[in-house]
């Protein structure tokens, strides 16, 4: 596994996941597509500024923010100007059950904020997905629109991870089965 690299979560994110999630046989995921914008100037930092799609899982009150779930937007230019750009990112293995997604921006921090909430994401735009899957078929998804503030996805907010390594399909041996290797072509 690469190295982790600092980043900085966007304190503002717009933006949007297309309902039509696209299945990935050679990692056994389901890959979600959207569009994000940086809505406000980055903060002075030397890391870079991105933003994350976090996942809900069948019975999992917590959501998820995978290092392959992380983009960057380019480096700001001056003076800053928004930049909308596209993704795909491997949301969750491809199991029948029921899965919520989200775009995520950094949540707001008030200035007594405790040190264990300070890096914390919040959904943005968010889709509910129902998987199924006949036998010796693959799986088919039907995502359909989710209010950002729906207690399915707006429990708590999610921890952002500390680093990112680039990567954008999940870790693994390289033998598939959900475990990646590195062969997913709407990942980017």
Not at 2 to 17: E, F, S, Y
Not at 66 to 74: L, S
Not at 80 to 106: D, I, K, N, S
Request: proline share 11%; aromatic share 10%.
């Amino acid at each position: 596994m690469p190295t982790p690299k600092p980043w900085a979560m966007a304190r503002c994110v717009d933006g949007a996941l297309s309902p039509g999630l696209v299945y990935e046989p050679d990692i056994e995921y389901l890959v979600v597509t959207g569009t994000a914008t940086q809505c406000e100037a980055p903060t002075a930092t030397t890391a870079p500024t991105g933003y994350a799609v976090a996942w809900w899982g069948s019975g999992n009150s917590s959501g998820t923010i995978a290092d392959w779930g992380i983009r960057m937007f380019p480096a700001a230019s001056q003076p800053w100007q928004p930049v909308t750009v596209g993704f795909g990112v491997a949301a969750f293995r491809a199991l029948p059950g029921h899965y919520a997604t989200c775009l995520m921006e950094a949540a707001p921090r008030p200035a007594d904020t405790p040190i264990w909430e300070a890096y914390r994401a919040v959904p943005v735009n968010c889709l509910s997905i129902e998987v199924t899957q006949a036998e010796g078929e693959d799986p088919v998804a039907t995502a359909t629109p989710l209010a950002a503030d729906s207690p399915e996805v707006a429990r708590r907010p999610l921890r952002k991870p500390d680093g990112y390594t680039g990567e954008v399909v999940p870790w693994g041996d390289g033998q598939g089965g959900g475990e990646g290797n590195g062969n997913c072509g709407t990942c980017f």
